[in-house]
């Protein structure tokens, strides 16, 4: 963003020469990124899933100001709580456009949201859509458990037909959102699936989620172990189910046959299901500025304003 | 006042030339019609005449058209309301002409289209009344093709010879309108401006000239509450917006879209009210102070984000368009209705600060002031406007805009630690470091609408609730002490103190000249700081017998509106009373001093 008049005052006391160039710096590791002690219930999925985001920060030498951890409310939005880096803990469904106004306005940070099921897809479903389709930079990581946990069992718009909750003491009657089809259809042009007991490939997706450049979402089975204990055994090889991958041969830029793998029958397929190249709207509103500013070249910012109130005479 | 009008022309007139010192000109017709574009030029030249000039208008909520107004108030001094009755109406068709002859004062100038108005024989003795074919005219100026379509500038024509406009500054203005257009538009506009000037009005009418104003130190610019609003952000700083549209709020979206880029910013129009919140304080956030805004409905929709923003102490912006409420209301009336939605809307114990802009020129200053309070105080900042500032037009010096451009970008400088909360800080005043920075400790902040410690970690503690709560609540209370106590308008003592908020103050002020004209012991003070209030009030209504709240919302259950119920919460004192209406319109001057009347005269409140 311009900045014309004159800079921002230093802070007292330069720290300047305290941050070290990238390439002198130690990868951080687990005993820099942990912060609180997470709240979660013994054996909740969310676990696996922040001990891979430690790992990705470890493995791809993120800093921690360079980093934004925001979520919405949920047990698996407590996450930023967790990461030792700027976080933000929002209010219920509406992290997508939070993050959103950070990814457009600060072009040099890597935007993460956490969330759950609940939060990404019922009161948070229109921020979904509308983020997806305007590829607004960042990764969504949605650990889906099919409940709603903080709140303690009640029907998720991903419950199952029959899951019985406190809201549907005879089973859920709703039919569930398919998230990975509602991805595609939105627009989402990075679109991926894993599960929280195959740690190697949620690191993989996190990975392949963060390289993309758009909006990145990726679904995280994370078993609420106190309300929903079970739910994902069909995709776990150690609980007798089976852990089927994308097939090799799927083209990854198809978006019908994306579509065709994300309705397949639970456990379905793990993996990268649709990934398309298109323009972000941080490239798009970047072009707008690049255009608007060839114009006004040279003149500071209040001769700009003198510029157009001049037509106001 | 002894004002010298078109039906109260200045002593010692020659013949044919009145000298006035103000005109109140109505025009009345069908939106199509392009009555705007008259009022539009006539203000705008006003302005470069260094005249003061404010204007009103109505237009249908329907997209369609209809009848449809534009009032203009020029004057040589001060210009205080689009005013009460008018001098001149011009009339392009027989509802316009009699839905509107009774805005005139007796004696004043009906110009009615002959080819569409019946005069009415027994207004004939009120009113003066002539007579021209406008549309008939205008065909044979423009020949034939564009039917009557020009008509409003034949009209426009009429008007600056009637008078004595400056027909060098309108041609241009009228050049510059429709430059970049077909070359046969502008062609055809001038060949009507000039029909209508040159047609005589010698026999039925003399002419009548603005006295001189004062020289102005600077050049005045002309625009709307929202354009002034909208352009003080961008001078502000602020770089980031979102928005869903909404009138009357849109025309803010609309123009920030379009201008921020020049400047390196970006307006977004999200998918929802919630997204345009929750995007700008993300933005916010990023370490530059964003805005949202909206009117009506979208305002409610605003407020459980708007409470995070008062508990994670972020900054922000939110400019609340005011209209006829509740629900979808009358979108294109005007209301000061948000007042108590502004100040107390959301759940739980969420302090936040109002500004009301008094006028058009004030919209630029507050939007400023807004912008800076938010950044030091880390908190959402409304900007109480309303539909009638926003699209009213007024002349008011240009800025010194070297002088008020302002660089509010964030600073990422390493810091050695960081307490996103810190309870030591005096007046609990603490401002976050934005995303971006080093924090040499290792501890970094997370901001959160839980509540929370000093680093923002989420805590049930009893103790922290009460600390966090006195902090939010402690930093808006140094700020309100800061505040200016606003001025008396009038003696500080006597009898009856007129109080106003927001667009009100220009016929508040004009009835408090009106008043003490005619002997009355009336004063007024306007009220901007709206939350935190300004320290002083109380010493004020000290000295008077009477305080009236003047405000444009319902009497509510209690039987006072939204701002008198803020004052007897605040100051307990029975003396203060309301003045209000709901009709969705501005007050007219006469509105207000007959309420003041009722109450000391008959003991009654009515209008
Ligand atoms: C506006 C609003 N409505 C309701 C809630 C209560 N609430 C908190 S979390 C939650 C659901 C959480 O479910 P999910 O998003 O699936 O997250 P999980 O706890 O399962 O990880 C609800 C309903 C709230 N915080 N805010
Ligand atoms: S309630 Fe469920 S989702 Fe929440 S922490 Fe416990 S196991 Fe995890
Ligand atoms: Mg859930």
Redesign the interface.
């Known amino acids: 963003m311009s900045s014309s008049l004159t800079d921002a005052p230093a802070r007292a006391g330069d720290l300047t020469s305290v941050v070290l160039p990238a390439s002198d710096r130690k990868p951080l590791s687990k005993k820099e990124l942990a912060a609180d002690q997470p709240t979660w219930c013994p054996g909740c999925g969310d676990f696996s899933v922040l001990a891979l985001y430690f790992k990705l920060i470890e493995k791809r030498k993120l800093w921690h100001e360079k980093i934004t951890t925001i979520a919405g409310i949920g047990c698996s939005s407590r996450f930023p709580y967790f990461v030792q880096a700027h976080g933000v803990h929002y209010i219920h469904g509406r992290a997508l456009p939070f993050a959103s106004g950070v990814s457009l306005s600060r072009p040099d940070l890597h935007v993460f949201v956490f969330g759950g099921d609940g939060d990404a897809f019922s009161i948070g479903g229109n921020h979904f859509n509308h983020t997806a389709r305007k590829n607004i930079r960042m990764t969504y990581v949605v650990m889906d458990n099919w409940v709603y946990g903080l709140t303690k069992k009640q029907t998720s718009p991903t419950s199952p037909q029959g899951f019985k909750s406190k809201t549907d003491v005879g089973g859920a009657v709703d039919r569930p959102i398919n998230p990975l089809k509602q991805a595609i259809s939105a627009g989402a042009t990075f679109v991926a699936r894993t599960t929280h007991t195959n740690p190697n490939h949620v690191l993989q997706m996190m990975e392949a989620a963060m390289d993309h450049d758009g909006f990145s979402f990726v679904e995280c089975l994370s078993e609420c172990v106190e309300f929903y204990e079970g739910a994902f055994d069909a995709s776990n090889p150690r609980k007798g189910g089976v852990f089927n991958t994308v097939p090799a041969d799927h083209d990854v830029a198809d978006e019908i046959a994306a579509y065709k793998l994300a309705d397949a029958a639970f456990p379905g397929y793990f993996g990268i299901l649709y990934k398309a190249s298109c323009p972000t709207k941080n490239a798009n509103e970047a072009k707008i500025n690049a255009a608007a500013q060839e114009k006004v070249k040279g003149l500071k910012d209040w001769q700009i304003l003198k510029q157009t109130f001049d037509r106001l005479k | 006042m002894s004002e010298a009008t078109i039906t109260a022309p200045s002593a010692g007139r020659s013949p044919g030339l009145s000298r006035i010192s103000e005109a109140v000109i109505r025009i009345a017709g069908n939106s199509q019609d392009g009555i705007q574009a008259i009022g539009g030029f006539l203000a705008?030249l006003a302005?470069?005449s260094e005249q003061e000039v404010m204007t009103f208008m109505t237009i249908p909520s329907t997209i369609s058209g209809g009848p449809s107004i534009f009032q203009v108030r020029i004057g040589s001094g001060e210009v205080l309301s689009a005013g009460d009755d008018a001098d001149v109406l011009m009339a392009f068709y027989q509802h316009s002409y009699e839905n509107h002859v009774g805005s005139l004062k007796k004696g004043g100038i009906v110009l009615y289209d002959s080819d569409h108005v019946e005069p009415n024989p027994e207004w004939h003795k009120e009113y003066r009344h002539v007579g021209v074919p406008i549309s008939s005219r205008t065909v044979e100026a423009i020949g034939g093709t564009a039917k009557d379509k020009g008509k409003n500038i034949f009209a426009l024509g009429l008007v600056a010879k009637m008078f004595d406009l400056n027909v060098t500054k309108l041609t241009q203005l009228i050049s510059?309108r429709f430059s970049g257009k077909d070359t046969s538009v502008l062609n055809n506009a001038l060949t009507a401006f000039h029909a209508g000037y040159g047609h005589s009005l010698e026999n039925t009418l003399e002419t009548f000239r603005f006295a001189e104003s004062q020289k102005k130190d600077r050049?005045?610019?002309?625009?709307s509450g929202n354009?002034a609003l909208a352009?003080g952000l961008?001078?502000a700083g602020v770089?980031?917006g979102?928005g869903y549209p909404i009138t009357p709020w849109s025309d803010i979206m609309e123009l920030l879209r379009r201008?921020l880029?020049?400047?390196?910013?970006?307006f977004?129009q999200?998918?929802?009210e919630?997204?345009?919140i929750?995007?700008?304080?993300?933005?916010?956030?990023?370490?530059?102070v964003?805005v949202t805004g909206s009117s009506g409905p979208g305002i409610s929709l605003k407020t459980?984000?708007l409470g995070?923003a008062v508990m994670?102490e972020v900054p922000l912006v939110i400019c609340d368009i005011q209209r006829g409420g509740p629900s979808t209301g009358m979108p294109t009336n005007v209301e000061q209705s948000d007042l108590n939605i502004a100040v107390f809307g959301g759940h739980g114990d969420s302090p936040r600060v109002v500004l009301a802009p008094a006028n058009v020129e004030d919209c630029f200053y507050t939007a400023i002031e807004a912008v800076n309070i938010a950044r030091e105080y880390s908190v959402p900042v409304l900007i109480l406007s309303d539909q009638a500032i926003a699209t009213r037009i007024e002349a008011f010096e240009?800025?010194n805009?070297?002088k008020?451009?302002?660089?509010i970008?964030?600073?990422f400088?390493?810091?050695?630690d960081g307490k996103p909360y810190d309870l030591s800080v005096p007046d609990g005043i603490t401002r976050h470091v934005p995303?971006?920075?080093?924090?040499?400790s290792?501890?970094?902040?997370?901001?959160?609408?839980?509540e929370h410690d000093e680093a923002g970690?989420?805590t049930a503690s009893p103790k922290l609730h009460l600390q966090m709560t006195a902090k939010r609540r402690k930093k808006l209370q140094a700020l309100g002490s800061r505040w200016p106590t606003p001025r008396v308008h009038g003696p500080s003592e006597g009898n009856v103190l007129l109080v106003g908020w927001g667009s009100t103050q220009g016929p508040i002020k004009e009835a408090v000249d009106r008043a003490r004209a005619a002997g009355d012991s009336v004063s007024s003070i306007h009220i901007r700081y709206i939350n935190p209030l300004p320290p002083g009030l109380e010493d004020i209504f000290a000295g008077f017998n009477h305080v009236f709240v003047v405000e444009l919302n319902d009497e509510g259950i209690y039987g006072h509106g939204q701002l008198a119920g803020l004052l007897r919460a605040k100051y307990c004192d029975p003396k203060i009373r309301s003045i209000t209406k709901t009709d969705g319109l501005t007050f007219k001057v006469k509105e207000i001093l007959g309420a003041v009347r009722n109450y000391l005269e008959a003991g009654v409140r009515k209008i």
């Open positions: 705008r302005g470069r510059e050049p005045q610019v002309v625009m354009e352009y961008i001078a770089r980031f979102a201008e880029p020049k400047y390196g910013g970006t977004v999200c998918e929802d919630i997204a345009s929750s995007m700008a304080l993300g933005a916010s956030y990023g370490g530059r964003a459980e984000a995070w994670a240009e800025p805009f070297e008020v451009f302002q660089d970008s964030p600073d400088s390493p810091v050695p995303p971006g920075t080093f924090i040499q290792g501890k970094y902040p997370i901001i959160t609408g839980l970690h989420p």
